[in-house]
């Protein structure tokens, strides 16, 4: 069982759909992170948020927005998805925010979405 | 150069031996080190971190850190064919936006 619930667990759009994915942990973790995943290719980093604030961008397209409401949510808002864009979409905390040294990263479930 | 490299395998290995997983990276200033193990379809699983160097065990599970040489490792012992996965090296990169780096992953299988 994870600590970090994602959802949906599925999700197929259009590339003119907006839609979003939801992610919430109650570990009292200060930091969570989006990762997107492709097959047989490592966690790809996409966004670090720090103390409820965005702390890294990995240079993600626009079409990906990140947001934290409070300390256990995070969401990624979906805007014009390409195809390329179906992957595993992975939310992770950690009990401290990214530093000289790192905490353990938790996943979740994550969210495999398809863009036709 | 690759910020973190593994083998990535296959690797077989038979029910009930020892199997040994490697990881080397390249910066020296690295400080955390992780293994995690992720079945097919599904996420990421914490296995392992280590901090300092030597070994850690847990289980059948012991991570090992040369830090002079720059490189990590996983045993499991009395391997189960449940270890098939693929198994995940992340070591920290302590400059710049100080992430997690992943390495490829090393598909691991157990044969009965």
């Known amino acids: 069982d994870t600590e970090v619930t994602q959802t949906p667990k599925h999700l197929v759009m259009g590339m003119t759909n907006k839609k979003s994915l939801k992610c919430e942990q109650h570990m009292g973790h200060r930091a969570m992170y989006w990762y997107k995943q492709k097959a047989k290719k490592p966690p790809e980093l996409m966004f670090v948020y720090s103390y409820e604030k965005l702390s890294i961008n990995e240079s993600v397209p626009s079409r990906f927005s990140p947001e934290c409401p409070n300390s256990s949510l995070l969401n990624l808002h979906l805007h014009a998805l390409q195809p390329e864009d179906s992957a595993l979409y992975l939310c992770a905390s950690s009990q401290e925010a990214p530093g000289p040294t790192n905490s353990p990263l938790h996943f979740g479930n994550g969210t495999r979405l398809t863009v036709t | 150069q690759k910020e973190v490299e593994q083998n990535s395998g296959p690797l077989s290995v038979p029910e009930g031996a020892i199997a040994s997983l490697n990881c080397t990276y390249s910066?020296?200033?690295?400080?955390?080190f992780f293994w995690y193990r992720q079945y097919s379809g599904k996420s990421p699983e914490l296995i392992m971190f280590?901090?300092?160097?030597g070994d850690k065990e847990d289980g059948r599970f012991t991570a090992q850190l040369n830090k002079a040489s720059q490189y990590v490792s996983l045993l499991i012992r009395d391997s189960q064919p449940s270890d098939s996965a693929t198994y995940l090296c992340?070591?920290?990169?302590?400059?710049?936006?100080?992430?997690?780096?992943f390495g490829q992953g090393t598909r691991l299988t157990i044969n009965p």
């Open positions: 280590i901090y300092s160097n």
């Open positions: 992340a070591v920290n990169s302590p400059q710049g936006a100080q992430k997690l780096v």
């Open positions: 910066d020296r200033g690295s400080q955390s």
